[in-house]
């Protein structure tokens, strides 16, 4: 784990939370008279993001990991804190964060950044009824891909998975990072064959659960299903069901500029894309992750930075519990970010002076035992 800086936290008062439930919906605490009344600002800082997020529609519901230590009583939680777009807002100070656990706040925090080494399962559409269709998305895909491979870690794992009317292994998260960019020079065209996506997406799904740390998967596909056993209710079941988070890159605005060369009489004209792209949306929503269609090329860079720091970077706060019990029914934990001079709600700017409204993402309770969160 990679940390940036470790702090101690005093103990104040606070006014403000806003938190993720454990059924997924966004809770906000509302300032007390008392905190109304002051109009003093903490001067913390963000750079200016972007107008409007890079995914298309709603992300999905952030996850929190919640550890406990018995013997120590040592409470660690990572979670999220992001603006409205889903941008990570950094350079929250440690004095500015105050945990509650059944309504007591908790004393003597440290406060982290972590940049958390990723284990990633990249799936690529291959194949399909069309060789035209085929043609274009094998152009796509191949250089998709080896963007996202050039911003790996050297401590980060990486398996590829191809599918047509079958999933093939292309490399596996024990090969050298060579062999990654070995397998996609083999690839070729892709063959004219069945396109059997939703049984792919159960297939790799299925294979990440024995997958311990930050995982993700990333789907690089068209979304089309052409012959699948399984159904499009049941794939967005796993997803939703899967601890492993989906991050899907939709093909359908890269490819259509070469699709139109065919024009209106082509097999493949008939595609609804539209509903195609909305499936690959609600399967990356379902599993807590974002879904992005990029217009053009020189769009996939920033989309994976964005989709790195959502998946990497955390805040992590650790305490040790003033409840003395190492067991017991769940425990309500509550995270606020307040203002250190005023006890208020902390306000945060972005480089043009403009306030950003904060977002906690956590769970809303754990178990005090060795678990971790949702």
Not at 4 to 32: H, Y
Not at 280 to 305: F, H, M, Q, T, W
Not at 325 to 353: M, Q, W, Y
Request: glycine share 8%; hydrophobic share 40%.
């Amino acid at each position: 784990m990679n940390i940036l800086k470790r702090f101690g936290v005093a103990a104040l008062p606070v006014l403000f939370s806003v938190l993720i439930n454990s059924a997924g919906i966004l809770d906000a605490q509302e300032p007390s008279v008392a905190n109304q009344q002051s109009g003093q600002e903490a001067p913390v800082s963000v750079p200016s993001r972007a107008a409007s997020p890079l995914h298309k529609g709603e992300q999905g519901t952030q996850k929190s990991e919640v550890e406990f230590a018995p013997l120590s009583r040592t409470v660690t939680v990572k979670f999220q804190v992001e603006d409205p777009n889903g941008y990570f807002l950094p350079n929250i100070r440690p004095d500015n964060f105050a945990v509650y656990e059944d309504g007591v706040r908790q004393k003597n925090l440290t406060a982290d950044v972590e940049h958390a080494p990723v284990t990633v399962a990249l799936l690529l559409e291959f194949g399909g009824r069309y060789y035209e269709l085929n043609q274009a998305t094998g152009r796509e895909v191949t250089q998709v891909c080896r963007q996202f491979l050039d911003r790996l870690h050297s401590d980060d794992k990486v398996a590829i998975f191809a599918y047509n009317g079958k999933l093939e292994t292309l490399a596996d998260f024990n090969q050298p990072r060579h062999a990654d960019n070995s397998a996609l020079d083999q690839l070729g065209t892709p063959p004219e064959s069945e396109l059997n996506f939703y049984d792919a997406l159960i297939e790799t799904s299925n294979q990440m659960r024995n997958v311990s740390g930050r995982k993700a998967l990333i789907v690089v596909s068209s979304g089309l299903d052409t012959f699948s056993k399984a159904s499009y209710q049941q794939v967005l079941g796993a997803a939703r069901e899967s601890a492993t988070t989906i991050y899907t890159i939709g093909l359908i605005r890269l490819i259509q500029p070469d699709l139109s060369i065919d024009g209106t009489a082509a097999p493949f004209a008939r595609i609804d894309w539209n509903r195609a792209e909305n499936q690959l949306e609600a399967l990356a929503k379902g599993s807590g992750g974002r879904a992005y269609v990029p217009g053009s090329d020189g769009e996939i860079g920033a989309i994976y930075d964005d989709l790195m720091e959502n998946l990497r970077v955390r805040y992590v706060i650790t305490y040790v519990s003033s409840n003395t019990a190492t067991f017991g029914p769940p425990r309500n934990l509550r995270i606020e970010l307040i203002d250190l001079t005023t006890g208020g709600v902390l306000k945060i700017h972005d480089a043009s002076g403009k306030v950003i409204e904060a977002r906690v993402y956590l769970q809303a309770n754990y178990a005090p035992k060795n678990a971790k969160g949702d």
